[in-house]
């Protein structure tokens, strides 16, 4: 019987990058929850019914840093779970830039779903340097982090360009909510190296879903 569960898990595993390639992006999409944001993007037949931590300390420093009526930028929106936490909040108007074409569309649906579509745009852009980029970025516009607009809170998700643009950044926010990527070139340290002058860092704390820190920095004259 061990043998042939032990071939039966083999066998599986063979057929697995056969089914993620040729069969899952053909099934229709299904709602699950991210930290209780419903998203539409699970295929049918995944087996995860809900993501109850989904990026929580990202989540949490970013409810923590908006205050009612703030505009937000965020670089790297993803899914769009951050975004409307942001508009759940008290933000008026949130701003996305999103690299990978897919997520442009994602996190516009996530949007929408959650009944803050009207406060939030979402642009497909690249911010500062490509260092890795999720999905098709052909297209995307090319904005330069001293160019990105003016705003309250800036939250970068960014898979390791987030250091590049802290160290060419245009607007000076009141808060910094910064996911670092130690595997992409931006550790803590070198996070913290690349914020402007006038921040101090308020917190920094580990998210036990993905293992990746979240640091907080708010301007010292704010």
């Known amino acids: 019987m061990t ?21 899952r992006p053909h ?8 930290n209780g944001v419903a998203v539409r993007d699970r295929a049918l037949l995944d087996q995860t019914p809900s993501y ?11 409810t923590d840093a908006v205050e009612a009526g703030d505009s937000v930028a965020i670089v790297g929106g993803g899914r769009g779970v951050t975004a409307v936490y942001a508009v759940q909040s008290g933000a008026d108007d949130v701003r996305i830039f999103e690299a990978a074409r897919e997520y442009v569309d994602l996190a516009r649906d996530t949007a929408a779903r959650n009944g803050v579509g009207d406060c939030v745009a979402v642009e497909h852009a690249v911010v500062g340097d490509a260092v890795d980029l999720w999905g098709d970025a052909a297209e995307a516009r090319r904005v330069a982090a001293a160019d990105l607009p ?5 939250e970068l998700d960014c898979e390791g360009a987030e250091v590049g643009i802290l160290e060419s950044l245009g607007p000076r926010p009141r808060s ?8 992409f070139g931006a550790p803590v340290a070198d996070v913290r190296d690349a914020l402007p002058g006038e ?11 993905d293992d990746l820190p979240v640091l907080r920095a708010e301007r010292e004259d704010a």
């Open 199 to 209: 921040y101090r860092v308020a917190e920094t704390v580990v998210d036990e879903y």
């Open 150 to 154: 003016d705003c309250d809170v800036l």
């Open 3 to 23: 043998g042939e569960s032990e071939s039966t898990d083999s066998v599986l595993y063979r057929l697995q990058p056969i089914y993620n390639r040729y069969v």
């Open 52 to 62: 109850p931590d989904f990026e929580a300390e990202s989540v949490r420093q970013l």
């Open 27 to 34: 099934l229709p999409r299904t709602v699950r929850e991210y």
């Open 176 to 183: 910094l909510v910064v996911e670092c990527h130690p595997a």
